[in-house]
């Protein structure tokens, strides 16, 4: 698992380094729209840290972002989701996960139940925003893709 | 057709004595009620077509806005889940999205203003693209997201370049308009249209109907607005119901007028022909007692014997003077009763010298005139040559006259009897200095029974049938009777003759024939 996570690892920053090379893709508004319109959409809590992959029957997690509101409430690779906020998930897509979370945006809290080692564990976590840091490098790595020559002012 | 039938209805009205002078009513009433009942059937038609083509414009709006509505949603979700697919399958095949990808996806769908990816492991390696055109201002952005197996998908799209696509566009179609065709007697037409910020809901137009049915969500703000205005064909000629009715309700109006106008006249003159009767009765019985007691009295008198010579010679004159009066007053009734009945009896028209009529009527009614203390002046043009009369009835018209001025003259004992001529016509004129007549009675002294009022009346007598005898008589010569006359200081009656009325076959008219055969 790790040997396959750290091959997707490779491919995206290979396509991040094929992009800034090729940095032709210009983005018609300035900087500054393009800042707020990504700080915009960003905001709200919408992270978990968490990668899940389907497999048949059930969801489980994959990988789990280092200090991430997963690994802090204590989710771990490997778990299956039994349930999300009295929903349960035995037979659900991943869409239909995500789309559990994106319900709890707005208070952030989620009532996990999984399954670990054959047995329940009850987990709670909670959505947070994306740290400031997480922004700025979004926002960073879109300047510098498409705002060649605004890149190095910001 | 209609002369005839008019003739018919005078007939009808003019026959006397009829008891049921209100049936004249009754056709006219039917056919007032036939048509009334046409034009309300007509009018409540109209009503109906209208109220129907009403409804109709009201539902096909309706129904064209909803479905148009369903349609052009459905169009919009599979537009968009069209580029949730393709986006999938860009990701399936690539692996990992690059920003290449989601700036070709972006491209793809020009609706799609911006887009951003965010993976779910790592969020700080999201990738942000935005669309290459430039954005006008005003522009509406709405955000949506979706989910694909490793991370989300969060676009911003701009709504009318959503719904300007070709097959959003394809899903407005105008619906047939659905009044025509139907037999009716209207057209409709149907526009259906997107628009913007209307109000959704059922309004009435002048006309027709507008309905505004909103789009379901996120395209909340815009609606599909269906228009069904109505028309009427023929807005005013025979075609309209409604001015059809209206004409038809006017028609039986109308027809229901005459007819009750008709009825009415119909009452009037029965009612004045009843009372007429009534002071016929009276006054005759009176006029034929008087002469007959005379008379009675006279022949006992004689039977007793034993009179003087002169005593004698008196009462045979007093019998002579009450029979004449007798024969003359029933003469009078019958031939009025004749004429009213209107059985017909040819005039005798034979060559008569008016000179001769004249002085024969006066010499025979001489001593009848001197008795009452009258004196009689007569001017006669000798010029006047023979003329087609019927004699004994022209005499009866004058001695009608010549007794009507001893009767209502008062101290003044003088009668003038002139025959002229004129231009056109032989006058016979008769002049009493008399009590004359009131003005607004000179246009009744003619109807049969009538009898002017004077404080004395009663006494003096007659039936009130004179005046009727001579006008018919005169009128069926083919002249005309003229009067003049002044309240308290005598009148003057003039019978005038058409001249030239010798030997024309043509001109022979039946005594007492309808006035309209003339």
């Known amino acids: 698992m790790g040997h396959r996570l750290s091959r997707i690892f490779v491919a995206a920053a290979l396509a991040v380094t094929v992009t800034v090379q090729a940095g032709d893709q210009k983005c018609n508004g300035t900087a500054r729209e393009c800042d707020q319109q990504i700080r915009q959409i960003l905001g709200g809590n919408r992270f978990l840290g968490a990668t899940i992959e389907e497999r048949n029957p059930g969801l489980f997690i994959t990988a789990v972002t280092p200090d991430g509101p997963a690994a802090r409430a204590g989710i771990m690779v490997g778990d299956r989701l039994i349930a999300c906020n009295n929903k349960p998930l035995t037979q659900a897509s991943s869409r239909e996960f995500k789309q559990t979370l994106a319900d709890a945006r707005t208070h952030g809290k989620l009532l996990l139940i999984v399954g670990r080692r054959g047995g329940y564990k009850r987990i709670i976590a909670r959505l947070e925003p994306y740290t400031k840091e997480q922004i700025d490098k979004i926002i960073s790595a879109h300047l510098s893709q498409s705002h060649p020559s605004s890149a190095g002012a910001h | ?518």
């Open chain 2, 1 to 518: 057709m209609i002369d005839t039938v008019l003739s018919k209805l005078r007939h009808a009205t003019q026959r006397a004595g009829r008891p049921d002078r209100v049936s004249i009513l009754l056709p006219f009433l039917l056919i007032s009620i036939g048509l009334g009942v046409l034009a309300w059937r007509s009018y409540h038609l109209s009503l109906r077509t209208e109220q129907g083509a009403k409804k109709l414009a009201m539902h096909h709006a309706d129904s064209a806005a909803s479905i148009t509505a369903i349609r052009v949603d459905a169009a919009a979700r599979a537009e968009m889940a069209q580029a949730v697919e393709e986006w999938q399958q860009i990701e399936r095949r690539i692996g990992d999205p690059t920003f290449e990808a989601l700036s070709a996806w972006i491209g793809q769908h020009e609706w799609i203003v911006s887009a951003i990816y965010v993976p779910d492991f790592d969020p700080a390696s999201a990738i942000y693209a935005s669309e290459n055109a430039k954005s006008a201002k005003g522009e509406m952005r709405l955000t949506r997201e979706f989910f694909t197996v490793k991370g989300s998908i969060k676009y911003t799209y701009d709504p009318r370049r959503l719904l300007a696509r070709p097959s959003v566009q394809t899903a407005i179609r105008q619906p047939r308009p659905p009044g025509n065709g139907t037999g009716l007697r209207i057209e409709q037409t149907a526009d259906v249209a997107l628009v913007t910020g209307e109000n959704p809901g059922l309004r009435k137009l002048r006309d027709g109907f507008a309905v505004v049915t909103q789009l379901a969500p996120p395209l909340t703000p815009f609606g599909i607005r269906a228009i069904v205005r109505t028309s009427y064909v023929g807005g005013s000629g025979w075609e309209n119901q409604r001015v059809m009715s209206l004409w038809v309700s006017l028609l039986a109006l109308v027809l229901l007028g005459i007819g009750a106008m008709l009825a009415l006249r119909g009452i009037k003159k029965e009612s004045e022909t009843m009372k007429l009767r009534g002071a016929l009765i009276a006054n005759v019985s009176h006029e034929l007692r008087t002469p007959l007691s005379m008379i009675r009295l006279g022949a006992e008198t004689l039977k007793r014997g034993k009179l003087k010579e002169k005593e004698r010679h008196e009462i045979e004159d007093t019998i002579l003077r009450e029979v004449l009066l007798l024969s003359h007053l029933v003469e009078n009734v019958l031939d009025v009763a004749r004429i009213q009945n209107q059985s017909t009896r040819a005039l005798a028209f034979t060559p008569v010298h008016p000179r001769d009529l004249i002085r024969n009527l006066l010499t025979t009614y001489e001593s009848w005139i001197r008795n009452k203390g009258f004196t009689c002046d007569v001017q006669i043009d000798d010029s006047i040559g023979e003329q087609m009369w019927d004699r004994d009835a022209v005499s009866r018209a004058l001695l009608n006259l010549v007794d009507n001025a001893i009767k209502y003259s008062g101290e003044d004992k003088a009668i003038e009897v002139v025959l002229r001529q004129d231009e056109e016509h032989i006058i016979i004129e008769v002049k009493d200095h008399g009590i004359g007549i009131a003005g607004n009675d000179l246009t009744k002294i003619f109807d049969p029974y009538f009898r002017a009022q004077f404080s004395d009346t009663q006494t003096r007598r007659g039936a009130g049938l004179g005046l009727t005898l001579v006008q018919q008589i005169v009128e069926s010569h083919g002249g005309k009777v003229e009067v003049e006359s002044t309240a308290g200081s005598g009148s003057t009656f003039r019978l005038l003759f058409p001249r030239g009325l010798a030997g024309d076959p043509a001109q022979i008219h039946s005594f007492g024939a309808p006035r309209e055969a003339f």
